[in-house]
């Protein structure tokens, strides 16, 4: 079974930048999608963005559009999130996730997710 595994997170001022990694192990994305959520203290967990292994067909949440961007390294079996012009309402922590490809790109339902990451958080100060 896919496990994975977050880096990147920290502590940055607004406006910085910071680029998020989830790496898999023992295990590849290969015909799955790959998706980004995050959780902020006393709110649930919330969509960012997904990414088709197979085609690189991404899909991001409209809070998101236009600063963060998810790619994938296929030979590396790893995931990125850049995070671009970040805002103090950043701040959570982001969980990696994913799931077989048997939905669209679009369908962001978290349950549909089957395998998290331990998560890793983002803090942006004012």
């Known amino acids: 079974q896919v496990q994975l595994v977050e880096s990147g997170g920290g502590l940055v001022q607004a406006g910085d930048s910071l680029r998020l990694s989830c790496a898999a192990s023992?295990?590849?994305?290969?015909?799955?999608?790959m998706a980004w959520f995050r959780q902020a203290p006393g709110k649930e967990r919330e969509f960012v963005a997904a990414?088709?292994?197979?085609?690189?067909?991404?899909y991001h949440a409209d809070s998101v559009k236009g600063r963060f961007t998810i790619s994938r390294d296929n030979a590396k079996s790893t995931g990125f999130l850049q995070m671009n012009s970040l805002k103090p309402e950043d701040t959570a922590v982001y969980y990696c996730?994913?799931?077989?490809?048997?939905?669209?790109?679009?369908?962001?339902?978290?349950?549909?997710?089957?395998?998290w990451g331990q998560g890793t958080q983002v803090t942006v100060s004012s």
């Open positions: 023992r295990g590849t994305f290969v015909n799955f999608h």
């Open positions: 996730a994913t799931r077989a490809s048997l939905y669209g790109i679009t369908n962001s339902r978290i349950t549909s997710y089957t395998t």
């Open positions: 990414i088709s292994w197979t085609s690189g067909i991404t």
